[in-house]
């Protein structure tokens, strides 16, 4: 059997407990200090056991997953380091910065067990078991930051287990992974809680604010609802990087200030020109380039109904949509429908139910 540890049962590491219980010759353990906790991880069946006893949790497993807040994963880290791990042990965590722990675990000595960083770039504003999903990672990029002294075949093996996430694996340099973040994930999250509590602040003059805030303005502020005391530790963590990114939005937000006093409408259409013109080469993730694992694309000609004649010819067949996206829906040219399944049998079928009505790309 082998023995995965998962320390900190949340929306994380609940959704990877998730991904690995019930699979053949996997064991999964889950540990919380609290042992209110420990019942809830058994009553919802998301690992197939669990203690409040760190030692009983970390030795003999062959993977551990820390899963807790950033600002804590120094104290585990030194707190396994006292414990007689299985030799090959793999350690490994989840937190959204890369930099401190990747520090922290090369001044420890792991007697035979390895540390690799990690970083699934999924997740919600939502926390705790609760939230936790065996479809989280699906699709996801999930990345690895190894320091140069860990071993192929270690890294491989971690590698493998992670498979079962269906996330891509990237690896990454752990420096690089957090100036990246900080300014993909970071920044964009103090930019919504901002923005939202400078409309609070408006709201608390006249409550017309608030009524008139809906649809687009929840949209974009939905990060600003993410969990307080995982963002106060990774942004406290990242904050050489995140001041900096500050500083550069400063000096934009100072371009748009000075656009409008000057009356710049040329400014303006350039900066949203630019804008879209960038967006509009984010990577749709397609096969390739980095591939979704079960997502069709379908062209589709810009005409009303298209939709849903797609959704009746998958539902008659009982094939499961799990998400239907459109990427680019413009006058001049065909629409593309992103079609996303949850395994591949369902994506064959999406092919060949599809394939004879619409133009199909995978
Ligand atoms: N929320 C998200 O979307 C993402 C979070 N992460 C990272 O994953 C890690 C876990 O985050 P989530 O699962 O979202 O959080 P969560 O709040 O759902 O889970 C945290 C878990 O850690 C445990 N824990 C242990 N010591 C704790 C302490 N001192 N204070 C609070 N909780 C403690 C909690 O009991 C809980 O089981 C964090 O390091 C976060 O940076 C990474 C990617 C996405
Ligand atoms: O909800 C969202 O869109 C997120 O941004 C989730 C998220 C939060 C923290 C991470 O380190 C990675 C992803």
């Known amino acids: 059997m082998t023995k995965i540890t ?23 353990v889950g540990h919380s200090r609290s042992q209110a906790s420990v019942d809830k991880y058994l009553k919802r069946e998301v690992v197939d056991s669990a203690t409040t006893s760190m030692r009983e949790a970390a030795e003999g497993a062959d993977f551990i997953f820390l899963c807790v807040p950033v600002g804590n994963l120094e104290e585990y880290l030194l707190e396994l380091q006292t414990f007689d791990l299985k030799p090959g ?60 002294q860990v071993p192929q075949e270690i890294y491989g093996r971690l590698e493998e287990l992670l498979r079962l996430t269906k996330a ?52 974009i502020t939905r990060i600003a609802s993410s969990e307080p005391g ?27 200030a000075q656009m409008l006093e ?5 400014g303006i259409e350039n900066a949203f020109g630019s804008a879209r013109e960038f967006r509009s080469r984010l990577p749709e993730r397609r096969k390739g380039v980095l591939t979704s694992l079960y997502d069709v694309y379908v062209d589709v000609p810009d005409h009303p109904g298209i939709i849903g004649h797609i959704a009746s010819i998958l539902g008659d067949q009982r094939v499961n949509l799990s998400n239907i996206q459109i990427i680019e829906s413009r006058a001049d040219v065909p629409g593309i429908l992103r079609l996303s399944f949850r395994n591949q049998a369902d994506q064959d079928r999406a092919v060949e139910l599809l394939k004879t009505h619409y133009p199909i790309h995978m």
Request: glycine residues 12%.
């Open 89 to 148: 042990c793999i350690i490994t965590d989840v937190g959204s910065t890369k930099g401190s722990v990747a520090e922290t675990a090369s001044r420890l000595d792991w007697k035979g067990a390895w540390f690799i960083g990690g970083h699934p770039m999924a997740g919600s504003e939502r926390s705790g078991v609760e939230a936790a999903s065996s479809h989280l990672y699906e699709n996801a990029f999930y990345v690895l930051t190894p320091s140069e």
């Open 168 to 219: 891509q694996i990237v690896r990454v340099d752990a420096r690089q992974h957090d100036d990246i973040v900080g300014a993909i994930s970071h920044l964009p999250h103090i930019i919504a809680v901002a923005l939202v509590n400078q409309i609070a602040g408006y709201n608390r003059e006249d409550s017309l604010y608030e009524s008139l805030a809906a649809g687009g303005f929840r949209d």
């Open 262 to 266: 000057y009356e710049d409408g040329d």
């Open 230 to 256: 995982i963002w106060r530790d990774i942004l406290l963590n990242n904050r050489r990087v995140v001041l900096r990114l500050l500083k550069d939005w400063g000096l934009e937000m100072d371009r748009f």
């Open 6 to 28: 998962i320390f900190g049962v949340g929306l994380m590491g609940g959704s990877l407990a998730l991904c690995f219980k019930g699979k053949p010759g996997l064991h999964v």
